[in-house]
């Protein structure tokens, strides 16, 4: 059995490392919008379910060697590993070149295009399992009763593993070399399950004895519809409490991938850990207590305890504390039940996975989609929470079940899911001192009074009442070497960056990914809604870049100001070179594209060469203006003329001037001295971007290939402190 081991082990470490890149190439090429991240994650879901249920039903009766087979898949799962990214490049040029106006229509094509792309290998991937025990089946039979279990854990373990290792090779190779580590493990499986299948390394069946039998169930009167039930529950709970949990964790835990990686980790090692102890109780023939369901129940709840901002703790033990107890049950009743519907029968595991995954498809959708949007994330997680209380509470009732160390366990879980109820509010709550908005793709707070107030994506500050957001706008309409006409603003923050653009009384369109931010705009500016009103004025709810690669229209300045930390999850796709082109085509002749980057040389050296670099790679012009908050970069196609900072000013409408002095102190002074030395310091600092690169000499352009400023780990271990995670 150590060989199939070997293998699930590798195979699952594949699975994660694909699913993660190839949604991550999907949302360069598509958009990174919660409906494309949904449909890649239940494509890559439903592909496993259908391939799963396929193969159970195919293998049925079928005397094929499954080891052969089994090498043949992972050779085929490898070679599409690598085809992937070039079918995702060239669906996503197909999807600009039809010009499409509307988002309904954008996503049933990038959809179809995906599944096209993506289904064959996930497909693939689905029939692993199956075909893995078959070919236990064939060789070892007396392990077959347990046998999805058994790879069930090994999977899971690889898993664990491709949850942190590729993410030390995506900063080391990149997203395509990383690609080639996942397709030279699907290749050593194929080559070892063939040779092995060709040897006497494995017995077999004229050799074993009669398979053991498993001890009965204790799960009420469930039957085989009720363990499906079950299996389905398990699937879509544990995904839809994903969702949740990192809203919840955002807050402590930042936006960064490492972040996203570390709860995702926690989950699959308590799986695995629960599925170890499964193994061992059944080797063993013991027999669970039906409290393990009122138990698994209480533990569900167990982070609205630890994410009770009240409460003090490390953000690791806080994550380990929170997700290990309900993830460690998950892992050991899931293969209990897969194993128990199936017992050793490829068919019957294929139907009962391929429900699992079911759930799993389906959990995602209902906590985005119908359970944040309109509540906070504590009643989502209780509402999730409910059928297991549900179900723990019934087996009190069966008279098998009336033992006194049954009735204890289960009173003693549903006090303490009760109790837990009782643990808090969490920060997406509403209070009298915030506004909280809630959509699909963010829970939205804003809070603070005057120059303090604040604005937090799920939990985490995005940006404050600054006139760096105000220089964004003024600093490319001023140097722009003819009278504005249009603009655009990637990213819409607190809308002062829009606002100020507005001042220059010209038609400016603003695109947010995320939909309750606008909405907010009237908490920051008091004359937000006559600025909204404005027929200049157009808000467009979409992910900037696919906004650009969309759009057919021209503008004279772009503005982007990503939100920070400069290394969060999928920032890059607004800092690449493959972006920076996209933006190009949408600039007028001698239009001016503008880049805030919120850290200095000093400060991140690696991150600022990589991003500069891209830049010039992009634009035959750049300069840089930097001060002790970051550097502005202005790009044009043509020359960017020298300006002093007198002519800057003379070129500025005065309601533009009244908009950049107007967090100023007022003095006696008139609007255009004190625009002049506001402007002052910023031109003084203008730097070379030989300067800027010269700090991280070796570093590559920053592309959609290679992300350097999100996978940041193995530099910060060997050369010190990173700046936006310390």
């Known amino acids: 059995m150590t060989w199939y081991f070997i293998f699930f082990f590798l195979s699952g470490f594949c699975s994660i490392l694909y699913e993660l890149i190839w ?71 197909t999807l600009q070149n039809t010009a499409l106006n509307s988002s309904s229509s954008y996503y049933w094509l990038a959809g179809f295009l995906v599944a096209l792309t993506l289904l064959p290998g996930c497909c693939l991937m689905g029939t692993t399992l199956p075909v893995g025990m078959r070919s236990i089946g064939q060789t070892l039979p007396s392990e077959s009763r347990r046998s999805f279990s058994y790879l069930y854990m090994a999977n899971v373990a690889g898993a664990v593993a ?17 690609l080639k580590i996942g397709a030279a493990c699907n290749g050593l499986i194929a080559i070892s399950a063939l040779a092995l299948s060709r040897g006497p390394l494995t017995q077999r069946a004229s050799q074993e004895t009669s398979p053991v039998a498993l001890s009965s169930p204790l799960i009420s009167n469930a039957g085989g519809g009720g363990i499906l039930a079950l299996l389905f529950l398990s699937g879509l709970t544990s995904m839809a409490m994903e969702v949740i949990w990192v809203r919840q964790y955002t807050p402590f835990m930042g936006t960064v991938v490492y972040s996203f990686a570390s709860i995702l980790s926690v989950y699959l090692l308590a799986t695995f850990v629960g599925s170890l102890v499964y193994r061992r109780w059944t080797s063993l023939e013991w027999r669970e207590n039906p409290a393990i369901w009122s138990i698994l129940a209480a533990a569900a709840l167990l982070p609205l305890l630890l994410t009770n901002p009240d409460i003090h703790l490390s953000r690791l033990l806080r994550l380990v504390l929170g997700l290990s107890p309900f993830t460690g049950l998950l892992g050991f009743v899931t293969p209990m039940l897969l194993d128990r519907f199936s017992e050793g029968n490829s068919r019957k595991a294929g139907i009962a996975y391929a429900v699992n995954i079911a759930g799993c498809i389906l959990g ?48 003693v879980s549903i006090a303490l899911a009760f109790l837990l109820l009782t643990a808090g509010r969490g920060l997406d709550e509403e209070t009298s001192d915030q506004k909280v908005l809630r959509d699909s793709t963010a829970t939205v707070i804003a809070s ?34 003819r009278p504005p006409e249009k603009a655009l603003v990637i990213c819409f923050g607190m809308g002062t960056t829009f606002r100020s653009m507005r001042s220059w009384n010209v038609p400016v369109t603003v695109v947010e990914l995320v939909p309750s931010v606008p909405r907010l705009f009237g908490f920051y500016h008091s004359n937000a809604e006559q600025i909204m009103n404005s027929p200049m004025s157009h808000v467009v709810i979409d992910d900037g870049r696919r906004y650009l690669e969309r759009t057919r229209d021209q503008y004279d300045v772009i503005t982007i100001d990503p939100p920070p930390p400069l290394s969060a999850a999928s920032s890059s796709l607004l800092y690449s070179e493959e972006f920076y082109r996209a933006a190009r085509r949408r600039l007028k002749p001698g239009g001016i594209l503008q880049q805030w980057l919120p850290a200095t040389a000093d400060d991140d050296p690696v ?72 402007l002052d310091d910023l031109l003084q600092g203008e730097l070379t971007l030989d300067s800027l690169i010269a700090a991280s000499p070796d570093t590559p352009a920053l592309t959609d290939d290679r992300p350097i400023n999100e996978y940041y780990l193995v530099r910060k271990l060997t050369h010190g402190r990173h700046p936006d995670t310390d």
Not at 656 to 662: G, P
């Open 162 to 178: 491709g949850t942190a290792l590729p993410l030390l090779l995506i900063e080391w190779l990149g997203f395509r070399g990383t």
């Open 607 to 678: 991150d600022t060469a990589a991003v500069t670099r891209s830049l010039r790679n992009s634009f035959p012009f750049v300069r840089a203006f930097a001060n002790e908050f970051g550097v502005h970069f202005l790009c044009s196609e043509r020359p960017i003329p020298v300006l002093t900072t007198e002519q800057i000013v003379t070129r500025m409408p005065t309601s533009a001037l009244a908009d950049l002095t107007e967090w100023t102190p007022a003095d006696s002074a008139g609007l255009s001295a004190r625009a002049s030395a506001q």
């Open 448 to 481: 603070g009074t005057g120059m303090d107030k604040k604005l937090l994506i799920n939990g985490y500050g995005i940006t404050s009442l600054t006139p760096i957001t105000k220089i964004m706008a003024h600093l490319p309409m001023a140097f722009l070497s």
């Open 23 to 93: 949604l991550r190439l999907s949302m360069a090429q598509f958009g990174v919008t919660t409906a494309m991240v949904s449909i890649v994650l239940s494509i890559f879901m439903a592909g496993l379910g259908l391939g799963s249920w396929i193969s159970g039903r195919w293998l049925s009766g079928n005397r094929l060697p499954a080891l052969r087979l089994y090498a043949l898949i992972e050779l085929v799962i490898g070679g599409l590993g690598l085809a992937v990214p070039y079918a995702l490049f060239w669906s996503g040029h």
């Open 364 to 411: 995602p959708l209902l906590a985005g989609f119908m359970l944040l949007p309109f509540m906070a994330g504590r009643w989502a997680l209780i509402g999730l929470t409910a059928p297991w209380l549900v179900f723990g509470l019934a087996q009190l009732f069966p008279p098998r079940n009336k033992a006194a160390s049954i009735r204890g366990p289960i009173f």
